[in-house]
């Protein structure tokens, strides 16, 4: 089928999952304060995220009491209220359109990824341009259809240059990002990149050593996988961002659906 030709995969085949991959971390790991050397910086992997290495990353905020599915809709508009529009960091200045989040309050799952690019500002919504295309291929292999999960992202306002976010912009929007997790509470969360890893989990660690694996997170499984941009600029990870899938898939008892 056409998604998975577009993750790459051209022999499709039903892959165990290696138990030991499923193996729960321990704690979520604490804040990295101190500076990092010039050696913990350099990483093989291009997509781990440039993040400004003297700034601090803040600790996730204690989880919020959970959220009846019947009121869940009026509890995200709530957070969107808080908001409102948005002049807290700099980011705001050149912004188009504050881009809050996309689709099912009672989603079983959630991607999180960076910020919005050039086409998430210009209509409001998240993952809307290329990238957003191929995510929709990725949940639509995982059996799923793109208003069934929940997307959103670090920052809710595209940084100059779709650079990276600053550690000041990130940590002023993240509560947010925080918020909106407590209400929706899925099963499963993905997390899109370095970046997205970084800030939900509040400490710099090179992105290979977080994939492969289930991380417990605010009362659900958080998966990390690369960034579907990446993806694009390096299609050889595609099968890789696949087997991050298969594990989220495990977690929520999906099959892929059935070759046509």
Known sequence: MRFYRDLGL?????????????????????????PMSSGELQSSNPEDSPIAPRKPIFAPPQAAAAVPASGRVAALQMIRDDLGDCTRCALHTGRNKLVFADGDPNAQLMFVGEGPGADEDAQGLPFVGKAGQLLNNMITAMGLKREQ????????????????????EANTCSPFLFRQIDVVRPRVLVALGATAATYL????????????????????????????????????????????????MKELGLKPPAKS
């Open 201 to 248: 989990l509040g400490a710099r660690q090179p992105l290979a050593g977080l994939r492969g694996r289930v991380h417990p997170f605010r009362g659900t499984q958080l998966i990390v996988t690369y960034h579907p941009a990446y993806l694009l600029r390096d299609p050889r990870q595609k099968k890789e961002a696949w087997a991050d899938l298969q594990i989220a």
């Open 10 to 34: 051209t022999e499709f085949y039903r892959r165990p999952v290696d138990p030991a991959l499923l193996v729960r971390m321990p704690a979520q790991p604490e804040p990295i304060q101190e």
């Open 149 to 168: 999960v929940y997307i959103a992202n670090v920052v809710k306002c595209r940084p100059p240059g779709n650079r990276t976010p600053e550690p000041d």
